[in-house]
């Protein structure tokens, strides 16, 4: 029997649908937003994707999305749904009550029936991973960490560097990499040469963006920053990387999304270099 996963957004939401695909028995179909349709077909166990408006297709349908419209779709067909938790999100991270919110493949685990497995859950060529990757970017430009301080980063290291950036952050990328010499910077608008750059690279330095889950999924070490978001949130699953942050009473100020610092300051991101390079160098082991 066929299995359709819905989960249409966003980036590190659909990456994460890897945790799950290969231990789905039978064909597996994913729909999703064309944007990530490419990287979706890289998923172990993915056997086709759809785009998000085309005709459902036949099987059981789970949903992964949550939403109105996906919980539509999947009307009248065998599956499941995921489910939130989003009061116990709220209440664990806001106010402090509650246990902590399962994970997301625990979440999408239990929709679909399976029990999730840990990265990677992209196939990438073997090849020798002695390279950094820099992700200066995000959605959300209070999830940036110092572009400065990032460069330091990159020139602390004793190997090829690479600066990760999608459409849109072109400038930054080039920032960065201009910070440090020898660097390459790749900024595309899909996932070809990005992968490609990620099955050289043993660790990763990123905020909490879609492509620090993209460099998870390939088996990179990643030194997350967690500055307005935090990770009981349920979205760090990667057992090889590390989390640097600050613990600042205002923090969590939001879940996802977020436009400016709600305080002005901005200190949830002021990490110094000291401690990523520290992570930096425990995750390279």
Not at 59 to 66: A, P, S
Not at 104 to 115: F, N
Not at 260 to 270: F, R
Request: aromatic content about 6%.
């Amino acid at each position: 029997m066929s299995t359709v996963l819905l989960r249409r957004s966003s980036l590190g939401d659909v990456v994460l649908v890897g945790s799950i695909t290969a231990r789905i028995q039978g064909s597996v179909v994913l729909m999703t937003d064309p944007r990530w349709m490419s990287l979706g077909a890289r998923l172990k166990g993915v056997d086709r994707v759809l785009p998000w408006n085309a005709p459902l297709p036949p099987g059981r349908v789970v949903d992964l999305q949550g939403s109105l419209r996906s919980r539509w779709l999947r009307r009248g067909r065998p599956g499941g749904t995921i489910r939130k938790g989003s009061i116990r999100r709220r209440s664990r991270l806001w106010l402090g009550v509650g246990p902590r919110r399962a994970s997301v493949p625990e979440l999408y685990g239990r929709a679909a029936g399976v029990e999730p497995r840990p990265p990677p859950w992209i196939d990438l060529p073997e090849r020798a991973r002695d390279g950094l990757a820099l992700v200066p970017g995000a959605a959300w430009a209070p999830k940036q960490w110092h572009v400065g301080r990032l460069g330091a980063v990159g020139r602390a290291w004793e190997g090829p560097v690479h600066v990760l950036g999608g459409p849109g952050e072109e400038a930054l990328v080039a920032e960065v990499a201009a910070a440090v010499p020898g660097s390459v910077a790749t900024c595309e608008a899909g996932f070809e040469r990005t992968l490609d750059v990620l099955a050289g690279c043993a660790v990763a330095v990123a905020g909490d963006t879609g492509l620090m889950h993209l460099a998870g999924a390939c088996g990179v070490a990643v030194v997350a920053l967690f500055g307005p978001t935090h990770p009981d949130d349920g979205f760090f699953v990667y057992p090889r990387g590390s989390v640097v942050e600050r613990d600042l009473p205002c923090r969590p100020c939001t879940l996802h999304r977020i436009e400016a610092c709600p305080k002005g300051h901005h200190g949830c991101m002021d990490i110094s270099v000291d401690e990523v390079w520290k992570a930096v160098r425990a995750c390279a082991g």
